[in-house]
């Protein structure tokens, strides 16, 4: 973001032109349709009656699926709640400032804030000067204050009208080197810890549809998976999605797979396409626990999958699988960066196993992640319905998933280049169109 410096000085502008007449008309049936997604949102408010009305709107069913956070302070409120806390997937800032203070306070919002975040502002200013600079500035949309209940539902669901476009979840997959390495657990547990870090929705996907174990650990009773309701593409929708998810913790929303061991037909290659469709519409983030099992379907959900991470044990077998799925995913994916390689149940055999520096050598890539095998506190949690994470957060694989989790949301937010810094946001000029 330019420097408040170079931005143009409001008192200059000697007949402002006026922004959005329209700003007050009511909006109509068409600009009220629609459902807000599964995110978290952060509402701080300089007066009193711009609170009440956002609210309400919060409040309202179009939101259900929000989970809300509101404070009064305004723009420096939300840049002390920023520096601290996870950044909400939403933003919404009303300000008494005068224009030249939004946008220095937006530039301190942009050291703090992540990249992912809408930013709505709602101001005092009428200046159509203000509002490109501010829009320049990575924010989503700028609103003449006062806004009204229904005025604030519709710009809201403006910024999440669905369409191809508007996809807005990162799909990350944990694959399994073959059976037992832990790859569901670690899905499992991955997706709860960052659920935890957000402070926001995070969809856990066991598409393992005949042997899903994730509602068993996580002692949920599903009334029928996925498997039996959407193998066809045409009756899935939302609603379906929406029924078939068990809510696990505060953000944790789990699809689980059957459960049931009688066969079940395979999916077709579109229903998954849709079903992952619909999940990163309606999630910030989507984690899939895939099967380790070679199949069209597979291929059709590897296809939209933004972050790979394969899981492997300290074994011969995992180390030939490993290496065949990494050369597979280097062919079919030649522009992105490769899988993440996590070595699990290190130590499991003293005897037999193979060495992690052994088994980076063989595979000629860097095991960020090593998690021990700790057979007490694995076997603990799933006796208890609960995740290691949550039961035993200090211990050493809990802290080990932890740094996984925020590894994996720090390759996000930078695109895969690593350094998941906030503040990357109002220097990403293709964020400007919200
Ligand atoms: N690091 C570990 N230490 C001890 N047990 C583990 C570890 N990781 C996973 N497990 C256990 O291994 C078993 C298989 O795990 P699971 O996640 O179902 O494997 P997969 O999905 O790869 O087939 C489970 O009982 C799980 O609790
Ligand atoms: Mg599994």
């Given at each position: 973001?330019?420097?408040?410096?170079?931005?143009?000085?409001?008192?200059?502008?000697?007949?402002?032109?006026?922004?959005?007449?329209?700003?007050?008309?009511?909006?109509?049936?068409?600009?009220?349709?629609?459902?807000?997604?599964?995110?978290?949102?952060?509402?701080?408010?300089?007066?009193?009656?711009?609170?009440?009305?956002?609210?309400?709107?919060?409040?309202?069913?179009?939101?259900?699926?929000?989970?809300?956070?509101?404070?009064?302070?305004?723009?420096?409120?939300?840049?002390?709640?920023?520096?601290?806390e996870?950044?909400?997937?939403?933003?919404?800032?009303?300000?008494?400032?005068?224009?030249?203070?939004?946008?220095?306070?937006?530039?301190?919002?942009?050291?703090?804030?992540?990249?992912?975040t809408?930013?709505?502002?709602i101001?005092?200013?009428?200046?159509?000067?203000?509002?490109?600079?501010?829009?320049?500035?990575?924010?989503?949309?700028?609103?003449?204050?006062?806004?009204?209940?229904?005025?604030?539902?519709?710009?809201?669901?403006?910024?999440?009208?669905?369409?191809?476009?508007k996809?807005m979840?990162?799909?990350?997959?944990?694959?399994?080197?073959?059976?037992?390495?832990?790859?569901?657990?670690?899905?499992?547990?991955?997706?709860w810890?960052?659920?935890?870090?957000?402070?926001?929705?995070?969809?856990?996907?066991?598409?393992?549809?005949?042997?899903?174990?994730?509602?068993?650990?996580?002692?949920?009773?599903?009334?029928?998976?996925?498997?039996?309701?959407?193998?066809?593409?045409?009756?899935?929708?939302?609603?379906?999605?929406?029924?078939?998810?068990?809510?696990?913790?505060?953000?944790?929303?789990?699809?689980?797979?059957?459960?049931?061991?009688?066969?079940?037909?395979?999916?077709?290659?579109?229903?998954?396409?849709?079903?992952?469709?619909?999940?990163?519409?309606?999630?910030?983030?989507?984690?899939?626990d895939?099967?380790?099992?070679?199949?069209?379907?597979?291929?059709?959900?590897?296809?939209?999958?933004?972050?790979?991470?394969?899981?492997?044990?300290?074994?011969?077998?995992?180390?030939?699988?490993?290496?065949?799925?990494?050369?597979?995913?280097?062919a079919?994916?030649?522009?992105?960066?490769?899988?993440?390689?996590?070595?699990?149940?290190?130590?499991?055999?003293?005897?037999?196993?193979?060495?992690?520096?052994?088994?980076?050598?063989?595979?000629?890539?860097?095991?960020?992640?090593?998690?021990?095998?700790?057979?007490?506190?694995?076997?603990?949690?799933?006796?208890?319905?609960?995740?290691?994470?949550?039961?035993?957060?200090?211990?050493?694989?809990?802290?080990?998933?932890?740094?996984?989790?925020?590894?994996?949301?720090?390759?996000?937010?930078?695109?895969?280049?690593?350094?998941?810094?906030?503040?990357?946001?109002?220097?990403?000029?293709w964020?400007?169109?919200?």
């Open positions: 973001m330019t420097q408040p410096a170079k931005m143009p000085k409001m008192e200059n502008a000697s007949a402002p032109l006026m922004l959005r007449s329209e700003a007050r008309i009511t909006p109509g049936e068409a600009g009220l349709s629609g459902r807000i997604p599964h995110i978290s949102a952060g509402v701080f408010c300089d007066t009193p009656a711009a609170e009440h009305a956002l609210r309400d709107a919060l409040q309202d069913r179009r939101m259900s699926r929000v989970t809300p956070r509101i404070a009064a302070g305004g723009i420096a409120a939300a840049i002390a709640f920023c520096a601290k996870p950044t909400p997937d939403l933003l919404i800032l009303e300000t008494t400032a005068t224009g030249d203070e939004i946008l220095a306070g937006l530039n301190r919002l942009s050291d703090v804030c992540d990249p992912d809408k930013v709505v502002v101001g005092r200013p009428n200046d159509i000067a203000l509002y490109r600079a501010i829009l320049a500035s990575g924010v989503s949309d700028y609103l003449v204050a006062p806004v009204d209940t229904l005025f604030a539902i519709a710009a809201i669901l403006r910024l999440y009208a669905s369409g191809p476009a996809r979840g990162r799909v990350c997959a944990f694959l399994g080197a073959k059976g037992g390495v832990g790859t569901s657990t670690l899905a499992q547990n991955v997706a810890r960052m659920g935890q870090d957000r402070r926001g929705p995070v969809m856990l996907a066991d598409l393992d549809l005949q042997f899903g174990t994730a509602a068993l650990n996580l002692n949920l009773v599903p009334s029928a998976g996925f498997a039996e309701q959407a193998t066809d593409p045409d009756r899935l929708d939302q609603a379906l999605l929406e029924r078939a998810l068990m809510l696990k913790g505060a953000y944790l929303h789990v699809l689980p797979a059957s459960g049931r061991m009688q066969e079940i037909a395979a999916p077709s290659p579109a229903a998954v396409e849709k079903l992952l469709d619909l999940a990163r519409q309606t999630f910030p983030v989507v984690v899939l895939l099967p380790h099992l070679q199949s069209s379907w597979m291929r059709a959900a590897l296809a939209v999958v933004d972050d790979l991470v394969i899981v492997a044990g300290p074994d011969l077998a995992s180390l030939r699988n490993a290496k065949c799925l990494l050369d597979i995913f280097r079919a994916r030649p522009n992105d960066t490769l899988p993440r390689l996590v070595l699990n149940q290190v130590g499991i055999s003293k005897r037999a196993g193979v060495s992690p520096a052994d088994f980076a050598q063989g595979l000629e890539v860097e095991v960020k992640t090593r998690i021990a095998f700790d057979p007490q506190i694995f076997a603990k949690a799933a006796g208890e319905g609960r995740l290691i994470t949550e039961m035993a957060p200090r211990a050493g694989p809990s802290r080990a998933i932890a740094r996984l989790a925020k590894d994996i949301t720090a390759d996000r937010a930078l695109g895969g280049a690593g350094a998941g810094k906030k503040g990357a946001w109002f220097r990403m000029p964020h400007a169109a919200g």
